[in-house]
């Protein structure tokens, strides 16, 4: 079956860079969710978007910013990368609304140095 | 706001031998949805099991079973017959379902690293 696709799986900067994360959600899936996982934490909630329109916004810094296009692949705009910013950002889709299941993408490896 | 806790951050099991990560949440709403998530050392994220909180049922998969105490905002989750590939990290997320409009992130829990002995 065909899963949710992020690209690139690893990338590195330098601080005050920008960055562009890209998702591809799973065939007929609606909606697309970021989250960020720091080394050894959580995942934590950035944004998400229900038919290309924001729909939540949890704990995404300002330098941060997303949409989601009419294909319904998603893109994480990240500009004047900090070192805090090392993460892994998880892209997950789903069929619209609250009652289905996330089905998350291998990740995006974001190195800042 | 919601908050979900594990606090058993490891636990070991014998392969074959049954197990069950811990999970309580606190919340002030009547509808939601809880899951288990396993992050192994690929740190894919996959969805283990699902349970809706108006659902009575505890939800099971296979191995996988869930004990569901909706008044003690507890869910835990009971692995039976332990695997070596059950070796992870476990998360308990918690998704409201009362919010108006489109979709909402997960809240997730701290996770449990689980240890299968051979």
């Known amino acids: 079956a065909a899963g949710v696709i992020q690209s690139p799986r690893h990338l590195i900067k330098e601080k005050r860079e920008t960055a562009t994360l890209k998702c591809y959600p799973i065939?007929?899936?609606?909606?697309v969710y970021w989250y960020q996982q720091g080394p050894g934490q959580d995942p934590q909630f950035l944004i998400s978007f229900y038919e290309k329109m924001q729909s939540d916004k949890g704990s995404i810094p300002d330098r941060f910013s997303a949409q989601q296009f009419s294909d319904y692949h998603s893109e994480l705009n990240m500009s004047s990368l900090e070192l805090g910013d090392s993460a892994l950002y998880f892209c997950?889709?789903?069929?619209?609304?609250?009652?289905?299941?996330?089905?998350f993408g291998p990740g995006t490896r974001l190195t800042v140095t | 706001a919601q908050t979900v806790t594990q606090s058993q951050p490891e636990m070991s099991v014998q392969e074959a031998e049954t197990v069950t990560l811990s999970c309580t949440y606190d919340?002030?709403?009547?509808?939601?949805?809880l899951f288990w998530y396993k992050q192994p050392p690929s740190r894919q994220m996959i969805l283990v099991i699902r349970?809706?909180?108006?659902?009575?049922q505890n939800a099971t998969e296979n191995r996988f079973s869930v004990n569901f105490q909706k008044a003690a905002k507890s869910f835990s989750l009971k692995i039976s017959d332990s695997q070596l590939g059950d070796a992870a990290m476990y998360f308990c997320?918690?998704?409201?379902?009362?919010?108006?409009?489109?979709?909402?992130?997960?809240?997730f829990g701290k996770g449990t690293h689980l240890i299968i002995q051979p």
């Open positions: 919340t002030s709403e009547s509808d939601y949805y």
């Open positions: 065939p007929r899936h609606d909606t």
């Open positions: 997950a889709s789903s069929v619209g609304g609250r009652a289905h299941e996330q089905y």
């Open positions: 997320a918690y998704r409201s379902a009362e919010t108006g409009g489109g979709a909402d992130g997960l809240t």
């Open positions: 349970q809706e909180a108006y659902k009575q």
